[in-house]
Structures are given as C-alpha cells and as structure tokens.
C-alpha cells in the first residue's frame, strides 16, 4: 500500500472514533428502524458494526430489542425454502422430485417449529 492510502485510512479510523455514541433510546430505534427494511438481527449487527456502532457497547441483545419483530433466520430461510417449492410445484404439476422435497422441506419445518416452541400452522 502506498503512504497516501494508508493515511486515508487513519483518517477513516479517527473518524469512526470521534463519533460520538449513541444513547441506549437512539440505538433502540435504529436497531427496529433496521429490522422493518427486512434485515435479519445477524445482519443488522453487521451494518452497525460497519457504520462504527458496536452493539456490545450497549446493553441487551438486538434479538430482545426486536422483541415480536424478531424471527429466528433458520426459521425465516426453511419457510422461503418451502415457498419457492411451492410455487414451483404449482407450476410444474408433474415434477415427482419438488413433490418429494416440499414433503422434505415441511417436515424440517415442522420439526423447527416444535423445537422453537412455535405452534404449528
């Protein structure tokens, strides 16, 4: 790296330093201001994280912050898993092996679903 970017970076770190923090209330709102565009509490750490903000630096966990809003991601992806099935097997009635993994895919649900404590649908 030549001495130039170097400093640029620096400059970056002490930016990110000088900042000031957040309070408890102003870190709240943005942690579900995050959630509503859809990110999960892993992403929202991450984005915090990369704009300077660490959330270890304030107190509860940002899946209790969401409280209702919270979704666990194993979860949310099984569920998007057996809808794109799904639609595929509406589609193409003849497919024996989306018949087969819908089967497959609910069942891993459902077997998510009572580990959670969830009622099944």
């Not at 400059?11 to 565009?37: C, I, T």
Request: aromatic share 4%; net charge positive.
């Amino acid at each position: 790296m030549t001495k130039e970017v170097k400093e640029k970076m620096k400059e970056k770190k002490k930016e990110v330093k000088e900042e000031k923090k957040l309070s408890q209330k102003k870190f709240e709102e943005k942690v579900k201001k995050l959630a509503k565009e859809g990110l999960t509490s892993e992403k929202i750490g991450q984005k915090l994280r990369d704009e300077g903000i660490h959330p270890k630096e304030y107190s509860g966990k940002i899946s209790h912050i969401l409280g209702e809003l919270y979704k666990n991601p194993d979860l949310k992806n099984v569920e998007e898993k057996l809808n794109r099935i799904e639609s595929h097997s509406k589609k193409n009635k003849q497919d024996k092996r989306a018949k087969r993994e819908k089967d497959r895919v609910f069942s891993q649900l459902r077997k998510l679903k009572k580990y959670f404590g969830i009622e099944i649908k």
